[in-house]
């Protein structure tokens, strides 16, 4: 398996500008997760779905941050509009019911905004 | 709430040293444990789990993590240290197996001196 593939790697845009990160889990993961990693806050979780519903997004930060997904194999996390406290690396993670509690993540989405 | 708290944010230690990686846990009920290595630029991946059956748990590249419940600690050492280990390590709680929320707590950042 390939892994949860997140994309952009990295992401360089200027406040106001809206941001998508994408990412696609592994196939057969009933559950994803957004989280972001701050120096100064760590990991945060952000949301997280269960067959493509979402469950708790009480960790998204305010409203400018909105999350989908409209299927298995696929969700992004938007921001619209950026500003420069949104830089952070995003990091998607997902895992199947059966598994012993194990995340797997992808390898980050690193954001900068000017 | 679970809750991890680990004590350094920065440990250093010499090749072929002991590392020693404290983390304490709250936790209202009976947790789940794990650790988790992020290596540079890349996303976390599991180290080790505990999951309630022994109390000593042996993970991946000669870890392991030890459960004292009298202590609420789940501190993870090595023998001896590799250039390999120096890595940003994490620990996490869940509520019970499978929970959909893992909890991580600030990190460790290892550094191995030559």
């Known amino acids: 398996d390939a892994g949860v593939i997140q994309s952009p790697r990295h992401e360089v845009t200027e406040m106001g500008q809206e941001v998508t990160l994408r990412c696609k889990p592994i196939?057969?993961?009933?559950?994803l997760f957004w989280y972001r990693q701050t120096m100064m806050r760590g990991l945060e979780l952000l949301i997280y779905?269960?067959?493509?519903?979402?469950?708790?997004d009480s960790g998204m930060p305010e409203d400018r941050f909105s999350a989908k997904m409209p299927n298995a194999s696929f969700s992004t996390l938007k921001i619209q509009p950026s500003e420069p406290r949104d830089s952070a690396v995003y990091f998607c993670a997902s895992r199947s019911t059966g598994d012993t509690g194990e995340l797997f993540f992808g390898e980050g989405s690193r954001l900068t905004v000017l | 709430a679970q809750s991890v708290t680990q004590l350094g944010s920065h440990v250093s230690v010499s090749e072929g040293a002991l590392v020693l990686l404290r983390c304490n846990y709250s936790?209202?009920?009976?947790?789940?444990l794990f650790w988790y290595v992020q290596y540079p630029n890349q996303g976390l991946q599991l180290l080790l789990k505990y999951t309630s059956a022994a109390t000593l748990v042996k993970g991946i590249n000669g870890f392991e993590a030890e459960f004292k419940k009298s202590e609420t600690s789940f501190h993870l050492t090595k023998p001896s240290a590799h250039m390999s280990d120096a890595a940003e390590y994490f620990c996490a709680v869940s509520k019970k197996l499978g929970a959909q929320k893992l909890v991580f707590g600030q990190g460790t950042r290892l550094t191995i001196n030559p």
């Open positions: 936790s209202s009920v009976p947790p789940y």
């Open positions: 779905f269960n067959n493509n519903v979402p469950i708790d």
């Open positions: 196939s057969g993961h009933d559950y």
